[in-house]
C-alpha cells in the first residue's frame, strides 16, 4: 500500500489535502493509506482512507467560513456520544476534523425512494424513521453531555441550530412576506408567537439536524443516519415532521402516497413512548405536529420570493428533482388542510389560503408526483 501523503505528492492534490491527512494521522495515531475523495461539500473535505488499526475510515475536515466552524462542534459532539450515526474514532478541534468508522457504501435513502423497487424503499423509509425516534428517545438523558461537547469544541461560531435552525426563526415572517410582496393577514403575530411556543416544548431530542434522505445509508445493520453537521436538540415534533411534510428542508422531497408517510410517522413516534408516554396522547401529538409542520414552512419560505420570479428543480444535477412551485403548492394545501379540520392557527391558514390563491392559481404547476418507488405504495 501507498502511504497518503506520498500518493497525494504524486497526484499534486493541494496543500490543504496534505494538511488533513497529516492532522488526521496524528489525531488517530495511525497512518492512513489509499485516500479517496467522497465530495464532501462546499463547507467540508471528505476522503475514505485505510488504516491499519481501524480498517475503512472517513475523515472530514471543515473549512474556515462561519457554517462550516459551527458545523464542527455539531458533528463532533453528537457522534461523541455513541447513540447514532458513524463511530467516532478521532477529533482534532486545531484544523478542525474528525475520523469516523467507514459504513461502507450502500444506497441511501434518497437512491431507493427514487429508484425502482417499492418494497425495499418502503422498508428503508420505516427503517430510517425508527432511526430517528431511537435517536431522539436515547439522547434524553445526555442533553447536558451533548452542549458540554459543543461548547468544548467550539471555535467562535453558532451551530445551525442555535442559528437556522431556532424556532426563533419563525418570528421573521413578517419580514419574508414583505420580501415577497405578500399582505400578512390580521392576527398573524398571535399565530407566529404560538408557533414560536413550541420552543417550549417539555418533549425534545437529539437530530443530525439535516435529516434528508441522502443522509441515511442502509447498511448491514440497517439504516444508518449520516452527517451530523446541524445536530441539536430540538421539540421531538420537529424532527418527525420530516415524516409528514416530507422532508422539510429538503431537495429530495416527493409525496408519500397511501399510507406510507403516517406509518414512518407512527415508527418514529413509537420510540418515543418509553420516556414521553403522554406522546401516546393523539390530541397531543397532533397540537405539536401541526405547529412543527408550520414551524418548517415559515422556515422554507424564503424559497418564494425565488419560485415568484422562475419555477426551478430543487437540485442543481439529480434528477427527478421536484420543482419549486410544486413542492410549495403541495406543501401550502396540505397544511391548510389540517389547520382547518383543527381549527387551529386561523390566521396562519388565511395567509396558507391568500398564498394558494394569489400565486399558485397563477403559476398552475403540476401536480407534486410521489416518490418514483412508491408509485404503488399501499
Known amino acids: 500500500m501507498t502511504r497518503v501523503n506520498e500518493a497525494f505528492q504524486e497526484t499534486d492534490v493541494g496543500d490543504r489535502t496534505h494538511a488533513v491527512l497529516g492532522a488526521a ?7 492512513l493509506y489509499d485516500a479517496t475523495d467522497l465530495g464532501g461539500s462546499a463547507r467540508s473535505t471528505v476522503l475514505r482512507c485505510q488504516s491499519e488499526i481501524h480498517g475503512s475510515v472517513v475523515v472530514k475536515a471543515y ?7 459551527g458545523a464542527f462542534p455539531a458533528e463532533a459532539s453528537g457522534l461523541s456520544l455513541g447513540l447514532a450515526g458513524p463511530g467516532l474514532l478521532a477529533v482534532d478541534p486545531g484544523h478542525p476534523l474528525i475520523v469516523m468508522r467507514d459504513l461502507g457504501r450502500g444506497p441511501t435513502l434518497a437512491d431507493l425512494l427514487l429508484g425502482s423497487d417499492s418494497a425495499a424503499a418502503q422498508d428503508a423509509l420505516l427503517g430510517w424513521s425508527r432511526s430517528l425516534g431511537d435517536l431522539a428517545a436515547r439522547s434524553v438523558a445526555h442533553e447536558a453531555e451533548f452542549h458540554a461537547g459543543v461548547e ?32 400578512a393577514p390580521p392576527g398573524l403575530d398571535a399565530d407566529i408567537a404560538e408557533i414560536r411556543g413550541l420552543a417550549d416544548s417539555p418533549h425534545s431530542g437529539l437530530t443530525p439536524g439535516d435529516t434528508c434522505p441522502d443522509n441515511s445509508m ?30 422539510a428542508t429538503c431537495w429530495c422531497a416527493f409525496r408519500l402516497p397511501g399510507n406510507i408517510g403516517r406509518r414512518a410517522e407512527a415508527a418514529f413516534r413509537r420510540r418515543l ?5 403522554e406522546l ?23 424559497a418564494l ?17 421536484p420543482m419549486s412551485r410544486q413542492l410549495l403548492a403541495y406543501r401550502w394545501k396540505s397544511l391548510l388542510s389540517e389547520l382547518d379540520s383543527a381549527r387551529e392557527l386561523p390566521a396562519f391558514a388565511e395567509l396558507l389560503r391568500a398564498l394558494l390563491a394569489d400565486r399558485v392559481d397563477v403559476w398552475q404547476p403540476e401536480p407534486l408526483p410521489a416518490f418514483p418507488a412508491l408509485l404503488v405504495a399501499p
Open 273 to 277: 413512548l418509553p420516556v414521553y408516554p
Open 63 to 69: 473549512g474556515d467560513d462561519p457554517a462550516a466552524l
Open 25 to 31: 494521522e496524528s489525531a488517530l495515531g495511525s497512518p
Open 305 to 321: 420570493r425565488y419560485a415568484t420570479e422562475e419555477d426551478y428543480p430543487l437540485h442543481s444535477t439529480r434528477r427527478p428533482a
Open 280 to 302: 401516546a396522547d393523539d390530541t397531543v401529538w397532533g397540537h405539536g405536529m401541526r405547529r412543527a409542520v408550520a414551524a418548517w414552512t415559515v422556515m422554507t419560505l424564503g
Open 152 to 183: 468544548r469544541y467550539r471555535l467562535g461560531h453558532p451551530t445551525w441550530m442555535e442559528g437556522t435552525g431556532n424556532l426563533d426563526v419563525v418570528g421573521r415572517l413578517p419580514e419574508l412576506l414583505d420580501r415577497a410582496g405578500v399582505v
Open 218 to 247: 442502509l447498511t448491514a445493520d440497517g439504516m444508518q443516519l449520516l452527517d451530523f453537521e446541524g445536530a441539536g436538540y430540538q421539540p421531538v415534533f420537529m424532527t418527525a415532521a420530516y415524516c409528514r411534510m416530507p422532508f
